[in-house]
């Protein structure tokens, strides 16, 4: 069972707009969300978290969103630029499990000049 | 770079041997996570080390082992290798003991690529 979930494989933005990214989950009992970045040959590079007490973090270009009620978290990234163009990964916390992240199956974006 | 190094990058290996990836924290951390990616499916989640204890396990096989040194070292054992064993395998660090109050990030390492033909 698949409990964190990105159903965009793949996203494509301009240079300098707006990018969304999405993720679902399925299990009410995580207590951090996590974004991380991936580039092909290399380990995933953290972005941003959120803790589940929380609905928005920022930092820099990057904010997180937290809808509790829908389950469901998005990265924004403004401007959007084409060295953000990776694998996008969201990640979540169970409680008292160890500390072990679920990944979803993550969302490819590609940021155009 | 994350501060996480792991060793070797790339291995190539046959059917029903045996490997041994090796993962180094970032200086002072005390976690320790592995996880296996394989081509059709994302990040899973293998195994936590707390300064030489287990923590979790999570869907790791029962011909794969792993443990972790008193240097914080630790190391991720691959045996009767089967075809379906080829991923990506990455480690991760953190400072924490991992619980319901703590943040949770980890930092990973570059990855092993094994092979099994």
């Known amino acids: 069972d698949q409990q964190v979930k990105q159903n965009s494989p793949s996203l494509s933005v301009q240079e300098g707009r707006i990018s969304i990214l999405n993720c679902d989950y399925t299990n009410s009992m995580f207590d951090y969300f996590l974004w991380y970045k991936k580039y092909p040959a290399e380990g995933p590079t953290f972005l941003i978290s959120?803790?589940?007490?929380?609905d928005k973090n920022e930092d820099g270009r990057f904010t997180v969103f937290l809808n509790k009620s829908a389950k469901h978290l998005s990265l924004h990234i403004v401007p959007s630029q084409p060295g953000d163009s990776a694998v996008y990964f969201c990640a979540a916390s169970p409680y008292n499990q160890g500390g072990k992240l679920i990944f979803g199956q993550g969302t490819e974006l590609s940021v155009k000049p | 770079d994350s501060g996480v190094t792991q060793t070797p990058k790339h291995l190539i290996t046959a059917t029903g041997q045996r490997v041994t990836l090796r993962c180094s924290p970032r200086s002072g951390d005390l976690s320790v996570y592995w996880y296996q990616q394989s081509l059709d499916q994302g990040l899973q989640f293998l195994i936590h080390y707390y300064n030489g204890e287990e923590r979790a396990k999570g869907n790791i096989l029962e011909r794969f082992s792993a443990q972790q040194f008193p240097d914080l070292h630790s190391e991720l054992n691959l045996s009767s290798l089967e075809l379906g064993d080829s991923a990506l395998y990455f480690c991760?660090?953190?400072?924490?003991?991992?619980?319901?109050?703590?943040?949770?990030?980890?930092?990973f390492g570059p990855g092993t690529r094994l092979t099994v033909l």
């Open positions: 959120i803790s589940s007490i929380k």
């Open positions: 991760a660090s953190s400072g924490l003991a991992g619980g319901a109050t703590t943040g949770h990030t980890q930092y």
